[in-house]
């Protein structure tokens, strides 16, 4: 049975554990560090994926029971009071983005969120709202847009880190009603700046995605590539480690061993590769060794029932539908 609940949420663990390491170690990983398999926690030979991709599988979590946001508040705060959903320790530097620590600290005190643009825009929502679209898909255009806008600013209050998000949650919704990275990719540059006029931003936050909207991105040098911890930055790495690749294991390979935040890109990257080409094909001892499989597994096995069972006997999305 395709379950591409499944095959993401284990996508994005693959992903983050393939590049946390060298996250931790501070490393490059450029040619002379090339990461090419999995690491295993010497402690209990699990691989491990970062608190990220932890607060991922508490929004995932939080909408087996339908979308709340007052719910998913809580799994977040549960997070981080009690470690669900960890598989290290949750105050560990580089395994949870310090925007999202310091947003959910705000949360949990009920105290003003003090967002500074030039210092706090970070991909840190970027790399956990996929699972949304598990719920969204369906879903009118205004709809999806104003759940991913709730979620994102919980922790991230700014205009592109939401329009980030968006873009990455229209992608990977393409990915899902069956479409190819590249169709996914050209379709969303012909109609996602007329949804942004639509949503009422301006020409100058619409521009910071100028590259995106209009170029073949996969045409680029790697060396053009700035995956920094802005947004914009790194979904432009991410969408180019998908389109230059053909198979997961080299889209996710690719994303980790861009210089830059390696974790970060690898569960992005992972998440949408395996929502495309599934994890048939991903090596064996990868799969099995990722922390937290079978609870990976029951919880997509749940998401999969409420939201996607049906998912491929939908008629095609329109045009203007997308509008």
Not at 125 to 130: F, H
Not at 173 to 190: H, K, M, N, V
Not at 283 to 312: F, V
Request: proline share 4%.
């Amino acid at each position: 049975m395709e379950n591409q609940a499944r095959d993401s949420l284990l996508g994005m663990a693959i992903g983050s554990a393939l590049g946390l390491p060298h996250n931790l170690q501070y490393q490059s990983t450029s040619s002379l560090h090339p990461v090419t398999d999995l690491l295993l926690n010497e402690d209990n030979q699990n691989a491990l994926w970062s608190n990220d991709i932890s607060l991922a599988f508490c929004l995932a979590d939080a909408l087996t029971e339908g979308y709340d946001i007052n719910r998913i508040i809580d799994f977040y705060l549960d997070w981080l009071d009690n470690n669900i959903w960890s598989v290290t320790d949750r105050f560990l530097d580089k395994t949870i983005d310090s925007q999202t620590f310091k947003a959910l600290q705000a949360l949990k005190n009920n105290t003003y969120q003090n967002f500074d643009p030039e210092k706090d825009l970070t991909s840190g929502s970027l790399k956990r709202i996929l699972p949304i679209i598990f719920y969204t898909w369906d879903k009118p255009l205004k709809i999806r847009f104003e759940i991913v806008k709730e979620l994102t600013e919980l922790t991230h209050p700014d205009n592109i880190a939401v329009l980030a998000n968006f873009y990455l949650t229209e992608f990977a919704r393409y990915l899902l009603l069956g479409d190819s990275p590249r169709i996914a990719y050209l379709t969303l540059q012909e109609f996602m700046p007329i949804m942004l006029k639509n949503l009422n931003y301006d020409k100058q936050e619409i521009d910071q995605f100028w590259r995106l909207f209009n170029s073949e991105i996969w045409h680029y040098d790697k060396q053009t590539l700035n995956p920094s911890v802005n947004p914009v930055d790194s979904l432009e790495a991410v969408l180019w480690s998908l389109l230059i690749s053909d198979s997961l294991i080299d889209a996710i390979l690719t994303a980790v061993n861009l210089d830059g935040n390696p974790e970060t890109l690898g569960a992005i990257t992972g998440g949408l590769a395996a929502m495309y080409y599934g994890i048939d094909n991903i090596p064996r001892n990868w799969l099995n060794n990722i922390a937290l499989k079978d609870k990976i597994e029951q919880l997509a096995e749940a998401l999969y029932h409420l939201y996607l069972k049906d998912l491929h006997n939908e008629r095609p999305i329109t045009a203007q539908e997308l509008m």
